[in-house]
Protein backbone atom coordinates (compact mmCIF):
# COMPACT_ATOMS: atom_id res chain seq x y z
CA UNK A 1 0.00 0.00 0.00
CA UNK A 2 1.56 3.22 -0.76
CA UNK A 3 1.36 6.29 1.39
CA UNK A 4 -1.93 8.86 0.36
CA UNK A 5 -1.39 12.21 -0.20
CA UNK A 6 -3.66 14.96 0.74
CA UNK A 7 -5.52 16.38 -2.18
CA UNK A 8 -7.56 19.59 -2.88
CA UNK A 9 -9.84 20.35 -5.67
CA UNK A 10 -11.82 23.29 -6.78
CA UNK A 11 -14.81 22.44 -9.26
CA UNK A 12 -18.04 23.65 -10.78
CA UNK A 13 -21.13 21.30 -10.44
CA UNK A 14 -24.88 21.20 -11.96
CA UNK A 15 -26.99 21.69 -9.50
CA UNK A 16 -29.80 18.26 -10.36
CA UNK A 17 -33.61 18.34 -9.06
CA UNK A 18 -33.38 17.22 -5.44
CA UNK A 19 -30.49 18.36 -4.67
CA UNK A 20 -30.61 19.01 -1.10
CA UNK A 21 -27.95 22.70 -1.46
CA UNK A 22 -30.01 24.07 -4.09
CA UNK A 23 -30.82 27.31 -2.03
CA UNK A 24 -31.25 30.15 -4.55
CA UNK A 25 -31.95 28.50 -8.21
CA UNK A 26 -28.87 28.47 -9.27
CA UNK A 27 -28.13 26.37 -12.72
CA UNK A 28 -24.01 26.21 -11.48
CA UNK A 29 -22.65 25.92 -7.92
CA UNK A 30 -18.80 26.36 -7.32
CA UNK A 31 -16.84 24.00 -4.21
CA UNK A 32 -13.95 23.00 -2.96
CA UNK A 33 -13.35 19.37 -1.96
CA UNK A 34 -10.44 17.98 -0.07
CA UNK A 35 -9.38 14.25 0.77
CA UNK A 36 -6.61 11.79 0.99
CA UNK A 37 -6.09 9.32 -1.72
CA UNK A 38 -3.37 7.18 -3.48
CA UNK A 39 -3.63 8.43 -6.79
CA UNK A 40 -5.97 11.53 -8.33
CA UNK A 41 -7.68 9.64 -10.14
CA UNK A 42 -8.93 7.57 -7.04
CA UNK A 43 -9.44 11.20 -5.44
CA UNK A 44 -11.10 12.14 -8.44
CA UNK A 45 -13.43 9.47 -8.35
CA UNK A 46 -14.37 9.84 -4.69
CA UNK A 47 -15.63 13.19 -5.31
CA UNK A 48 -17.31 12.81 -8.82
CA UNK A 49 -18.91 9.41 -6.46
CA UNK A 50 -20.01 11.78 -3.48
CA UNK A 51 -21.38 14.85 -5.47
CA UNK A 52 -23.45 12.43 -7.45
CA UNK A 53 -25.01 11.33 -4.52
CA UNK A 54 -26.13 14.49 -3.30
CA UNK A 55 -27.63 15.24 -6.38
CA UNK A 56 -24.80 17.44 -8.58
CA UNK A 57 -23.62 16.50 -11.68
CA UNK A 58 -19.62 17.15 -11.96
CA UNK A 59 -18.85 19.40 -15.08
CA UNK A 60 -15.21 20.66 -14.72
CA UNK A 61 -12.20 20.72 -12.10
CA UNK A 62 -9.88 24.02 -12.55
CA UNK A 63 -7.72 23.19 -10.07
CA UNK A 64 -6.58 19.94 -8.81
CA UNK A 65 -3.41 19.36 -6.39
CA UNK A 66 -1.43 18.02 -3.97
CA UNK A 67 -3.06 20.25 -0.91
CA UNK A 68 1.03 21.19 0.14
CA UNK A 69 1.09 22.14 -3.68
CA UNK A 70 -2.07 24.31 -3.55
CA UNK A 71 -0.21 27.60 -4.07
CA UNK A 72 -3.38 29.02 -6.13
CA UNK A 73 -5.11 29.20 -3.01
CA UNK A 74 -3.22 32.06 -1.75
CA UNK A 75 -4.88 34.27 -4.49
CA UNK A 76 -8.15 32.70 -3.74
CA UNK A 77 -11.28 35.15 -2.14
CA UNK A 78 -12.20 32.26 -0.12
CA UNK A 79 -8.90 31.03 0.74
CA UNK A 80 -10.24 30.86 4.43
CA UNK A 81 -12.17 28.78 4.21
CA UNK A 82 -10.31 26.24 1.58
CA UNK A 83 -7.53 26.62 4.47
CA UNK A 84 -10.10 25.20 7.33
CA UNK A 85 -11.40 22.37 5.09
CA UNK A 86 -8.13 21.31 4.61
CA UNK A 87 -7.38 21.59 8.57
CA UNK A 88 -10.65 19.40 9.15
CA UNK A 89 -10.20 16.51 6.57
CA UNK A 90 -6.63 16.32 8.13
CA UNK A 91 -8.21 15.92 11.45
CA UNK A 92 -10.91 13.49 10.20
CA UNK A 93 -9.21 11.26 7.38
CA UNK A 94 -12.53 11.76 5.83
CA UNK A 95 -13.36 13.54 2.10
CA UNK A 96 -14.36 16.62 3.20
CA UNK A 97 -15.87 19.83 0.96
CA UNK A 98 -16.30 23.43 1.79
CA UNK A 99 -18.80 26.07 1.05
CA UNK A 100 -20.68 25.59 -2.24
CA UNK A 101 -21.35 29.25 -4.04
CA UNK A 102 -23.59 29.24 -6.26
CA UNK A 103 -23.26 31.03 -9.67
CA UNK A 104 -26.06 33.19 -8.68
CA UNK A 105 -24.25 34.46 -5.22
CA UNK A 106 -20.59 34.41 -7.52
CA UNK A 107 -22.48 37.15 -10.30
CA UNK A 108 -23.54 39.75 -7.18
CA UNK A 109 -20.72 39.41 -4.86
CA UNK A 110 -17.32 39.35 -7.36
Not at 13 to 20: M, Q
Not at 40 to 54: C, I, M, P, R
Request: net charge negative; charged share 25%.
Amino acid sequence: MSEKTLWLASFRVRVLEGCPIDFDGSEFMFGEAAGFAESEAEFQAAVAGKLTENKFEPLETYHLTPAESAKWVSGNDDMADILELVEEVKFSGELGFGPFRSSNYLEVHR
